[in-house]
């Protein structure tokens, strides 16, 4: 990792504990703030954690990239949780032959970067 990425990856981090720390929950109650700030606190620990042994660069962008996507749009709708996925088009294929490989790779096109480091549900 060269150093403006370490700088960007740290600064990054700042941010989402910073943005934790002042976070207000929309419905305005405050167990609903402190269990979004715990909520915050624990995604980005987990992701910063998992992420922290990548090496290629790409990858390292993709996962930069993933975290700003992330940080506005929590900031833009004012909830913490990642926005839901929704399958594509005849997205419910049958559980045999060529149809659920075309449809495992259409869902996979479709996952948005904010989502890149989440599983499958």
Not at 27 to 49: C, P, V
Not at 56 to 70: G, L, T, V
């Amino acid at each position: 990792m060269t150093a403006s990425t370490r700088r960007t990856v740290l600064s990054l981090y700042t941010r989402v504990f910073r943005i934790a720390r002042s976070w207000q929950a929309q419905s305005g109650a405050k167990s609903d703030t402190e269990t979004e700030r715990k909520y915050i606190l624990q995604e980005a620990s987990s992701l910063f954690r998992q992420n922290q042994q990548l090496t290629d660069q790409e990858s390292i962008q993709r996962s930069i990239e993933e975290c700003k996507a992330r940080i506005e749009i929590g900031l833009h709708y004012r909830n913490p949780y990642p926005r839901p996925t929704y399958l594509p088009q005849l997205g419910l294929a049958t559980q045999k032959g060529r149809k659920l490989k075309a449809q495992q790779r259409l869902r996979k096109q479709a996952k948005p970067i904010y989502l890149q480091s989440h599983d499958e549900t």
